[in-house]
């Protein structure tokens, strides 16, 4: 370790987000640039543990200890190496992954973690910077066939691996281009699409075939506006039949819906059918979008990631005003003794959207919509409700008496997480198993029960992080190639199911 | 005959360790008395306490004598007619007690003798009179019959000395007897000395033998030996002296030694002794040390040799790095080197061959050997000063043999001769330097070649074949490139030993070093740099026994790692006919990868086969190389192919007709150098690691080195590696060294070893070659990949074996143990805990540990309710938490574990630095921080009486888990103001602990450390904390014998503290072995029963708990885990200061971070008795009493089916030896210190006043070398009623007349004076914690006491406080890390204030080599008028300064009080002209402490706080 005692003499710091007026106004990243020696005093701060909890708190096992201390000796080009040797795309996790390992860095103990997300941007960014991302294509053609269904971070992963051991690798995407939430989930103010198209065309260079606009089986009714418009159905048995193997990253798409009375009124939207559109527009795919929240009261249900991303674009298409409601109790500024280290802090945290503005109400829920006799919604009734920890210790919510209120909103989005995967179209088609919680069953090799159809992301884990996503698509890609040649020198993070520490 | 007791489980007798007194008697003149031998007897009386006896007190280890033939005597005895005296050879036969089987072996040994040229005269049944034999000696005794044999008639007899001519007759016939008949063994078989001996104790030795107490038995010289043995298997031969020595020592190199002698045999002949080669093999296999030794030494004796020359041959003084010896002495030396190589270990060996008599040193002078010649003309050497009653008046010589010296006596010449005279005319009878300049050619001088730099792509592929990870570039070859020293880590190893590990590990992790303890020290190959060497040569050896100007036609080699040029150079080393008379052969060690074991095995053959071609063809240099692999074709592990070559010459005895050279691909790590060196290999050649130093430059990851000194900075950083390494096994020079096997395999097949590794220690079988070659695949795939890009940004693997990884090997300590154990123990939740220890079981079950792959036999006993198990109070009281001093870690830290082990009943323990007495009182809230267990480590930092006497438990730590063999350093940047107050140094200024003890180079030495500590607080146990390896349980056997109460067996993975990363992996094995080998054979020696055994060593679980106790523990000690609960997250920085929570830095900022709690600790040892009773439950025992030794409840059959595992066979680890009805497999009985005996009886009544009242006392009273740590019982009761303060200086004043024993005065508090008039052993003054001791001649002494020898060797050692005066000179080791006693003497020997801290010391005399070597503080004023100390002085630590007047005032007032305590001639002759005398002393002055000085004056002048600005100094 270059300097022992850097975490004594440097505090935590981050490149400053731009002033809210200002990105308000457009749609870029919120973060300024970060000067290189900032940047090489954060990496300072690493203490290069004998474990390095980070490193088992990142689901991809990202080495940083040892980028941490590349970039402190400005050696970017070796740090990305390293970077690059257990993360397919650091430029989405540097930029999208709500950072586990710094809620596990040992330097959090009892002081500010190290800024290891913003060090990992800065390494990829210089990599692209520089030229230093190159295409990786294979030396050896193998001659076999993989489909991967699905182009979110699990399947972009998988084909990347997959490309790379030889393989001949089509990815199907139902939506107009490739990404998945990437694209259509995440606002650009988070992420700006030119970081997935420049990965997209290594991926092509290294020999990725992507077909857009082509759903496996029929999708879900709930997800209406997933697929592009007249995106073709094909049959997941019918493309088993082609590929030497297909790989399942098709998400955990089924959202969460809100059964309350009112629900059916106008203004009421999912959290991605508000989200899509919005980037559709960014991306020139559609001129305006269907849902916007310009000039209204907005109400966004749901205190998550989603629920932000949502606030933020709120925010941009100037909202008159926006609540955010959470079910959940405002978590504690620092960690509760049952939340100890290394485990993921919960604790209250305000993203780049709430510091644009808008309120957090916590502690409510909804009990009905109400109209304003136009069949469009006019305002929301809720209650506060406490927390009470029923027979089988499962937190349960009570409402509170006389907490009744009232929110008058003509927008509600509803972003209250997914319930899994879609039941019908490839599910039904391949005849595919479904744990109870809504995934597609794996065994221990990434394997569903159909031979050669394997699954990975939140297909199979449920809702999760990009950086689980990831882990997954290199995971199940070892896998595949193992089944398709015996053996395999891929890496493999994780194994089906893995969680973190808790 | 075999030597000793059968193999059984863990245990082989080869193991054994023994050690000793030694004496010689003889007159000056020759003249043969009966008086003289009376003489011998007595001295072995007075050595009896450092023989030692077994489980019964009449059953000794072995005693003996040896002397001149008694013709007459013989003569007067024997039924037939003897031949003149020296004109027939005689000696004691031991044969079987069955009377068939003797005759049968008589009337062979007639026939042999026959064969011989000999004709047996007769044969005389040897009296003896074994009424007081102990049943044990009794048993194994065999029948004795005295042979008579003389030259047949017309048998010519070589040279003009008839009686040595037939002595080289008898050696035939007695090496033939040996080797062809069963059961006949002879002490000697000479026509000029005859040895008496048996396993005997020292009294008994006359008593048995009748002859030695007939007036007509005389002799003019005699050698007599007391023996200790670690084990007391039986065994007669084993006794010395033997046929020409009697030695107290021990030969670390001997299995390399006896294998090169065996490879010499084939080049040895000589017209002297005809018939040589039907004596072969000359060593006998099986012998201990001392034997195979005597055994070489009369081959080069009967060769044709001096017997001193001989010594001299097998015992070099250190001249390799002696820049001021006479150039032909070291001529001699050098010439010597290259026909045999050292016995390298400590060494005091007393030799004769019946006319000359004499003993040599090795060359740290590690055995103490006192001599002195009375006025008469009787000469007396042996072990300790005072062995035989001699009138003072009657001396007039006292000295001492000094290291590499040899003291001789010649009775035929009737003269001591000096060792100058002896090796003068030795230097002189060849032209040795002339010899050495036709023959030797320097490596450096040979013409230069040069080979071709490689490609960052062949590179990779070369780091992908051979198995580099990253880790290993950043933390090990990095590091070395860089700084020139090997890399240093902290906390220890938790991951799995090679043979459990799921990964393809490198063959060299199979071996792990061995290491010195107890019976041999390691060595501080730093600070004590003269006595090592690397030098080494490389080419053919010739015939040993006739040495020519050919005999050194060889290449010398100045580091025994070689770059790549070098390597060109020895390759093509006559390509151009530039060096007519070498040549090279270069072999590849290659095999056909697909073909797994058996194309390995073919491979091995057939490079042995052409390099038997090669030698054939003449070769003088083989290099063995894995350069040239390719996709079909994978390397041959270096250490393999190395070894396998290596053994295979040996077999062939054509060993020494070819240098080995490696160039190696998979040598990287000091531990791989050392191997290959300990398995043959002259030279070695990592080229891949400079390969990737090259390329780690031009790649920028290595800056600010060019690449040529980043390769020197490496070789460099892996030759002193190698030296460590050896070191630690005490041994000092490479080319003893080579060859050595100082290593143990764990988890290799008998296959491997006998077939490649013949002779090395490997206990528990394991993999085979399918598995080595199928390692070697694994990798080898990985370098010849079919589809590279899956391996994209992945060069090599990662690593994760010093910090852990995801993708590296398991650690028990990982984020989820980790994690768990805090969260368990901080929120108090046994449900967590319960993951906790599952997790670290199931981990372990994974194979990460021995213990881990037994079963415990579940079901085999009917469970228990758990209500009837014992409470966890009995349970807890077992525990203890692992020795880590303050310093190591923070007072915060440190305390916390005090409170909790005080709070449950259990023991924390000091470490090795000291304690606060702050610390022995209660507060205010009941709570004590007082460490129940006091270490006593090499450093004796703050070991007071004060502190000895505020301790339940003393444990002497001759080794730790994370480095056996190593000693330690704290820098001046942690040696805080408090550090410094417990410690007794000076704030800033760095502290060493020394690789050694210096008061323990021997098994008989540690009984009297025991001694020593046991009366300095006769209430607490003494223990001796060992480190697993081979024959830790003979080391425990023999701690058992030397009366410690526990004997703690730790295994190698533990240890908290700052370690080089080699050491941490590499040294050492799991305690499931050492602990059961130590089970084993204190059961086997019926020594268990008096002996607690303790266990740590990375214990985690109340499982790990039960497995300890059923391997043989009743004692368990734990200190990562405590640490853990205390917020350790192994971090492995403790060698830096930084550690972030708090624990191991002494960093204000940091310590404030520390957020432990007495409570956490308390909670995780009461969870680990709670689960320890839910196992003894289910195994149905009621008590961990019941669990103790019960190995039959383990199971380890269904060992889990693994590709490495399943080769093991761990059944030698649950051996039981069968037991009588009733013995006790755990500690019923005390030991019997024999305190009672102590000479303090005879004054501590007279002495009660004082004690009690401060009543002045006076008393005076005679004292002998029998009469050990006196002063130290009396000093007990007075630190026991007025702690550290004592009484008024003078209090009690005891005078003594006489020889006193060892360890006079140790601990001796403030308020006494002690008086000795006479001379003294040695460890005078030990710990001196402010007592006053006084030694000056007898009165009526007629010698000039200033060039005499007054006292021993390493005297204050350890000192606190005091003042000591001593007419005459001392030995080596003076005042050694002294740090505040005060001491004037007038000449001492080598080493002379070695790593002192603080006092002062004041020589009026000459000082030895060597002197203030690694001392850090304290001043010495020396007397030099002559200048002489500039040239012997360690520069390193010390500068010379003129005396300040400050000093001068001093100086003159503390020699007027030695004038006036000791009556010295010199100090009256000083300050009778003081002027001009005080201007011939130099001021030792450290440079630490003077930077100390510096800032301390500054910071008073200018007002700021003394101690930041000496901290900020001492931070540099």
């Known amino acids: ?502 | 005959m075999a030597p000793s007791g059968p193999r059984s489980g863990l245990y082989d007798p080869r193991f054994e360790h023994d050690a000793c007194g030694v004496a010689l008697v003889a007159d000056l003149e020759g003249r043969a008395t009966h008086t003289l031998v009376r003489q011998a007897l007595s001295a072995l009386e007075h050595l009896a306490h450092r023989g030692a006896t077994g489980s019964e007190e009449d059953s000794g280890d072995g005693a003996g004598i040896l002397i001149q033939v008694p013709h007459d005597f013989y003569a007067a005895v024997v039924d037939f007619d003897l031949p003149p005296r020296g004109h027939y050879a005689t000696g004691v036969a031991f044969l079987s007690r069955d009377a068939d089987e003797a005759g049968l072996a008589r009337s062979a040994l007639g026939k042999l003798a026959g064969e011989e040229g000999l004709v047996v005269l007769g044969w005389r049944d040897m009296p003896i009179g074994d009424a007081s034999l102990g049943s044990i000696s009794e048993a194994a005794m065999p029948s004795m019959h005295q042979l008579f044999v003389a030259p047949a008639p017309g048998t010519p007899l070589a040279g003009d000395d008839p009686a040595l001519a037939i002595d080289r007759l008898a050696f035939v016939l007695r090496k033939r007897a040996e080797h062809e008949i069963d059961e006949c063994y002879f002490p000697s078989l000479s026509a000029r000395t005859i040895t008496y001996k048996g396993m005997l104790t020292s009294h008994q030795l006359a008593e048995f033998f009748p002859d030695l107490t007939d007036d007509r038995v005389i002799s003019g010289l005699a050698l007599v030996h007391s023996r200790f043995s670690t084990n007391t298997f039986p065994s007669w031969p084993l006794a010395h002296p033997y046929r020409y020595l009697a030695h107290n020592g021990e030969i670390n190199t001997l299995a390399g030694n006896r294998n090169w002698m065996r490879a010499r045999e084939a080049l040895c002949e000589s017209e002297l002794i005809p018939g040589l080669d039907r004596a072969f093999p000359i060593v006998t296999p099986g012998g201990s040390d001392s034997a195979s030794f005597d055994e070489v030494l009369e081959l080069l004796h009967l060769g044709g040799r001096p017997l001193h020359h001989a010594v001299l041959m097998m015992i070099p003084e250190a001249w390799e790095n002696h820049r001021t010896m006479d150039p032909a002495r070291r001529a001699f030396y050098r010439f010597h080197a290259s026909l045999m190589e050292p016995w390298d270990g400590p060494a005091a060996v007393a030799f004769t061959d019946g006319t000359v008599i004499g003993a040599v040193l090795d060359r740290n002078g590690l055995r103490p050997a006192r001599y002195w010649v009375t006025d008469d003309g009787l000469v007396v050497l042996a072990s300790e000063v005072g062995v035989i009653d001699v009138p003072p008046d009657k001396v007039v010589r006292k000295g001492r043999l000094q290291p590499g010296r040899m003291f001789l006596v010649d009775t035929a010449a009737g003269r001591i001769v000096d060792d100058d005279e002896i090796k003068e005319a030795l230097a002189a009878e060849h032209p040795y330097a002339e010899w050495l300049d036709a023959g030797q050619t320097d490596l450096e001088d040979l013409p230069p070649r040069y080979m071709l730099t490689p490609q960052h792509a062949s590179v990779v592929s070369h780091q992908r074949l051979f198995g580099y990870t990253n880790e290993e570039l950043r933390l090990l070859i990095g590091p070395m490139a860089q700084s020139g020293t090997e890399p240093i880590g902290s906390m220890g190893t938790d991951t799995a030993i090679a043979v459990l590990s799921e990964r393809p590990r490198l063959l060299y992790d199979y071996f792990t070093q061995l290491f010195a303890q107890v019976t041999n020290p390691p060595l501080d190959a730093i600070r004590e740099e003269l006595v090592t060497s690397l030098l080494s040569t490389l080419g053919p050896e010739a015939n040993l026994l006739d040495p020519t100007a050919d005999s050194c036609r060889q290449i010398v080699l100045p580091m025994p790692v070689i770059d790549n040029d070098d390597l060109a150079k020895l390759l093509y080393v006559n390509e151009d006919g530039s060096t007519p008379g070498f040549r090279a052969f270069a072999i590849d060690g290659l095999f056909e990868v697909e073909g797994g074991g058996a194309a390995l095995r073919a491979a091995i053959e057939d490079v042995r086969a052409r390099v038997g071609s090669a030698i054939a063809d003449g070769a003088d240099v083989i290099v063995l190389s894995d350069r040239n692999s390719t996709e079909e074709w994978a390397p041959i592990p270096s250490l393999l192919l190395v070894s396998a070559v290596h053994h295979h010459l040996v077999r062939e005895k054509t060993r020494t007709r070819v240098g080995l050279v490696v160039e190696s691909g998979d040598a990287r790590e000091v531990h791989h150098m050392a191997l290959l060196k300990g398995f043959g290999a002259a030279a070695i050649n990592p080229y891949l690691a400079f390969e990737t130093i090259d390329d780690m430059i031009a790649s920028g990851t290595l800056t600010g080195v060019t690449p040529r000194q980043a390769q020197r900075n490496y070789i460099k950083a892996a030759s002193k590696g190698i030296i460590k390494v050896m070191s630690k096994m005490g041994i000092s020079t490479v080319a003893s060294y080579t060859g050595a096997q100082a290593f143990e395999a764990v988890g290799l097949a008998p296959e491997v070893i006998d077939e490649y590794f013949a002779g090395t220690v490997s206990r528990i079988a394991g993999v085979g070659l399918d598995v080595l070659a199928g390692e070697v695949a694994a990798r080898h795939r990985r370098a010849y990949l079919d589809r590279p890009a899956e391996l994209a940004h992945r060069e090599r693997e990662i690593g994760g074996e010093y910090q852990w990884r995801r993708e590296g090997e398991i650690h028990l300590f990982n984020p989820k143990t980790v994690f768990k154990l805090q969260h368990a123990t901080r929120s108090k939740r046994y449900d967590i805990f319960k993951e906790y220890t599952t997790a670290v079981d199931d981990q372990s079950a994974q194979l990460a540990t021995l213990r881990g792959l037994m079963q415990l036999r579940v079901g085999a006993l009917p469970a228990v309710p758990i209500e009837e198990v014992e409470p966890a109070s009995a349970i807890l009281a077992r525990f203890s938490t692992g020795a880590m001093s303050f310093g190591s870690i923070s007072a915060e830290a440190h305390e916390t574990l005090a409170i909790a082990m005080n709070r449950l009943g259990g023991r924390s323990n000091t470490g090795e630095g000291g304690e606060d007495p702050d610390r022995f009182t209660p507060d205010a809230n009941g709570d004590l921080r007082r460490s129940a267990i006091k270490q006593v480590a090499s450093g004796r930092f703050g070991v007071t009486s004060e502190y000895l006497v505020n301790a339940d438990d003393l444990q002497i730590k001759i080794a730790q888990g994370a480095k056996p063999g190593e000693g330690g350093q704290l820098p001046g940047f942690k040696v805080t103001a408090g550090i410094a107050k417990t410690r007794y140094s000076t704030p800033g200024v760095g502290l060493i602990s020394p690789p050694p003890h210096h008061d323990i180079y021997s098994i008989e030495d540690i009984a009297q450390l025991i001694h020593d500590l046991k009366s300095a607080n006769p209430a607490a146990r003494v223990h001796v904390k060992l480190v697993a390896e081979v024959g830790v349980g003979t080391v425990a056997a023999g701690v058992a014998k030397a009366h410690s109460d526990v004997v703690l067996i730790s295994g190698h993975d533990g240890g908290t503290g700052a370690t080089p990363l080699t050491s941490q992996k590499h040294a050492g094995i799991p305690w499931e072995l050492g602990l059961a080998e130590t089970q084993q054979t204190l059961l086997a020696n019926d020594l268990r029963d008096r002996i607690v055994v303790q266990v740590d060593g990375q214990m985690k679980t109340g499982r790990d708990v039960v497995v300890g106790a059923l391997l043989g523990a009743e004692e368990f000690g734990f200190a990562t885990a405590p640490l853990v609960v205390s917020g350790c997250i192994m971090m492995r920085v403790c060698h830096l200061d930084t550690c972030p929570v708090g624990i191991a830095t002494q960093d204000e900022t940091l310590r404030a971070r520390f957020s432990g709690k007495p409570e956490f600790v308390e909670t995780f040892f009461e969870y680990i008795a709670e689960e320890v009773r839910e196992i003894l439950a289910a195994l149905g025992l009621r008590s961990l009493e019941e669990a103790i030794g019960r190995a039959d409840l383990i199971d380890s059959a269904d060992a889990v089916d693994h590709w490495k595992a399943k080769g093991l066979d761990l059944a030698p680890i649950l051996v039981q030896p069968e037991l009588p009805e009733g013995a006790a497999r755990y500690c019923i009985n005390a030991q019997d210190h024999g305190l009672d005996r102590a000479l303090d009886h005879a004054f501590l009544e007279r002495c009660r006043p004082a004690i009690e009242y401060g009543t002045p006392v006076e008393v005076e009273l005679a004292i002998t070398n029998v009469d050990r740590t006196v002063g130290t019982l009396l000093g007990y009761e007075i630190t026991r009623r007025h702690g550290g303060v004592g009484l008024p200086d003078g209090t009690i004043d005891l005078t003594f007349h006489g020889s006193a024993g060892q360890s006079f005065g140790a601990f001796v508090p403030k308020g006494v004076t002690m008086r000795l008039l006479g001379d003294t052993n040695d460890y005078l003054g030990k710990g001196l914690s402010g007592g006053r001791i006084i030694v000056r001649p007898p009165l009526d002494s007629t010698f000039a006491a200033e060039e005499n020898i007054v006292a021993g060797n390493v005297i204050l050692y350890g000192a606190t406080a005091g003042e000591v005066f001593l007419r005459g000179q001392v030995g080596e080791r003076f005042c050694v890390r002294n740090s505040g006693a005060v001491a004037v003497v007038e000449g001492v020997g080598d080493h002379g204030c070695e790593y002192m801290t603080g006092g002062r010391v004041v020589v009026l005399g000459p000082t030895g080599r060597n002197f203030a070597a690694g001392m850090s503080g304290g001043m010495a004023f020396v007397y030099d008028p002559y200048g002489r100390l500039a040239g012997v002085y360690n520069r390193e630590y010390v500068d010379l300064e003129p005396l300040s007047s400050e000093n001068r005032v001093w100086l003159k007032d503390r020699i007027a009080m030695h004038l006036e305590a000791t009556g010295s001639a010199v100090a009256a002759r000083l300050l009778a002209d003081w002027i001009s005398a005080s201007e011939q002393f130099v001021t030792v002055m450290p440079q630490d402490y003077r930077r100390v000085l510096e800032a301390t004056e500054l910071a008073v002048a200018e007002g700021r706080s003394v101690e930041e600005a000496v901290m900020e100094a001492s931070h540099g």
Not at chain 1, 45 to 65: A, K, W, Y
Not at chain 1, 158 to 164: E, F, I, M, V
Request: aromatic share 6%; proline share 7%; hydrophobic share 40%.
């Open chain 1, 1 to 502: 370790m270059g300097d022992i005692k850097g975490f004594l003499k440097y505090g935590r710091d981050l490149p400053p987000r731009r002033p809210v007026p200002v990105r308000l106004r457009d749609w870029k990243e919120v973060y300024e640039p970060f000067p290189v020696e900032a940047a090489r005093q954060q990496g300072a701060r690493c203490m290069d543990c004998g474990i390095p909890f980070c490193h088992e708190g990142c689901p991809l096992g990202n080495l940083i200890p040892e980028w941490n201390d590349l970039v402190y000796r400005d050696d970017w080009s070796e740090a990305v190496e390293r970077l690059h040797a257990t993360n397919n795309f650091p430029e989405f996790t540097g930029r999208l992954c709500p950072a586990p390992c710094e809620g596990s860095c040992v330097l959090g103990i009892n002081d500010d973690p190290v800024t290891i997300e913003r060090i990992e941007y800065e390494i990829i960014e210089r990599a692209w910077a520089e030229g230093w991302v190159e295409p990786v294509p294979a030396s050896v053609p193998t001659g076999k066939r993989v489909a991967v269904v699905g182009s979110g971070p699990a399947g972009l992963a998988a084909a990347q691996q997959l490309a790379r051991a030889g393989h001949q690798v089509v990815v199907l995407e139902r939506a107009e281009k490739p990404g998945g939430l990437l694209r259509y989930g995440i606002p650009e103010f988070k992420m700006e699409k030119a970081v997935i198209d420049r990965r997209l065309d290594q991926l092509t260079a290294e020999g990725v075939e992507f077909r857009c606009g082509v759903s496996v089986g029929e999708p879900d009714v709930l997800v209406r506006g997933a697929p592009a418009p007249g995106a073709t159905v094909v049959n997941a048995r019918a493309l088993a039949g082609e590929f030497d193997s297909v790989l399942l990253a098709g998400g955990a798409t089924l959202p969460r819906d809100l059964a309350v009375p009112g629900r059916e009124l106008a203004g009421i939207h999912l959290a991605m059918d508000y989200l899509k559109p919005s980037n559709l527009v960014r991306e020139g795919l559609l001129d305006r979008s269907p849902v916007s929240a310009e000039g209204k009261h907005v109400v966004i249900i749901g205190g998550g990631d989603t629920g932000a991303d949502c606030l933020g674009t709120v925010h941009r298409q100037r909202a008159l005003s926006v609540r955010q409601l959470e079910i959940m109790p405002e978590p504690p500024t620092d960690r509760a003794g049952d939340n100890p280290w290394p485990t993921w802090p919960l604790i209250l945290r305000t993203s780049a959207a709430l510091e644009e503005g808008g309120e957090r109400i916590f502690s409510v829920t909804t009990a009905e919509f109400l109209g304003d006799g136009e069949g469009r919604v006019r305002a929301l009734r809720g209650e506060e409700v406490e927390v009470v920890h029923g027979d089988g210790g499962r937190p349960e919510f009570r409402p509170v008496a006389g907490s009744e209120f009232e929110l008058p909103c003509e927008l509600v989005l509803l972003a209250m997480g997914f319930l899994g995967t879609e039941r019908g179209g490839a599910v039904a088609e391949l005849g595919l198993e479904v744990d109870d919680r809504g995934n597609v069953a794996a065994d221990q090799s990434w394997s569903t029960n159909v031979d050669g159809v394997f699954v990975c992301g939140d297909m199979t884990r449920g809702q999760s992080l990009i950086v689980w996503a990831i882990a997954e698509g290199r995971s199940a890609a070892a896998s595949v190639d193992r089944y398709l040649m015996g053996r395999t020198a891929l890496a493999a993070p994780i194994t089906p199911g893995q969680l973190a520490l808790r």
